[in-house]
């Protein structure tokens, strides 16, 4: 062959070469973005996106917890112009795990929340009644007044006259604190926090409107304080809730209580005829709700959200029913009181202020 035609093939073979190298290397670069999406979501076109690890609501407002550990708010703001969102960032927190959210204090003219950093301190997050914006200024519980307990859980509760706090230690007991407690029989609702007794080995807590609950290793459901306002059920210290037990998961609602069992049905009680709920089994997550604003809500393990409703003639649970307006969403969280609040497996925030309604989009989330 002659030597001008070697050259040629091998001329052709080293740039052929080359160009294999250099396209083998832009597959392979992340931050390459030439083609496909690589918007990074919600955090305008980040490789590492911020994104939603818990949502608490109570009334008009809720609390979200970021995967970075930063804390929000966002308010349900209500004119004659319409309904809007309100978002903001509370300032002076950081390395935050858990996030509670609180009733409105009608005396004190705000909303109030409590969260819990890594190293066991508890802060007070106070929000204006009118904008929802929390103070710049937080207070917070120190660990001397657990007795050098290190706090693990927190929950909030009440009305809007009173308020009531609990934390869960190491040690899986369960304390309380708040103002007020005429209405609250059994919850210890003064300034220092006190240790309810009753209970030991607790491993997780929820509070409601006007109860407490805790659940054992061991699984046991235990209630407390005044049960939907019913004054047949009125607990001064932690009661087995029989039905309930053995459980793997609670939620204490404004009017009813959910306890996810240990082979996977759900149990409800409260305001209605105890009992099963049909047409659920094995939630992935599950919201008490609250009677006349939405009724105890279930999210399917594949994102599909239902509800039950409950029989005017006895009160006992009815099949559960998918969320009609909410069917074209997958969700992971759900946190439904007077308004509801979701988080889709996408990552949107959506707000709903009644059934039956179209959800509002929180479109800016960091």
Known sequence: MPVAKVLNRFA?????????????????????????DNSGGNNGGTTNPTKVNDIKGNGNYALYLSNISTVYTVFVQNSAYGTSLAHYKVAGLSNIRKIAAGPANTAAGNYEAIALDNTGKIFTINMNFSTGKPDSALQFTQMSSFAGSIITDIAAGGDGTTQFFLALDQSGRVWSWGNGGASLYGIYTGGTPQIIQGLSSIASISAGTSQGLALNSSGNVYNWGVISWQNDEKYASPTLVIGASPATSIDAGDNYNIAKR????????????????????????????????????????????YKTSFSMMDGSPQVAEAVQELSSYRFSIVDASRIAYYLTTGGQILVQSSTGTAPYVLSTLF
């Open 12 to 36: 052709v073979f080293i740039i052929t070469a080359m160009l294999l190298f250099t396209a083998c290397q832009k597959s392979d670069n992340p931050a390459d973005t030439s083609s496909g």
């Open 262 to 305: 240990q082979d996977g049905s759900v149990y409800a009680w409260g305001h209605l005829m105890d009992g099963v709920v049909p047409g659920i089994a094995t939630p992935y997550a599950f919201s008490a709700g609250a009677e006349l604003y939405f009724s105890p809500m279930f999210i399917k393990t594949d994102g599909t959200i």
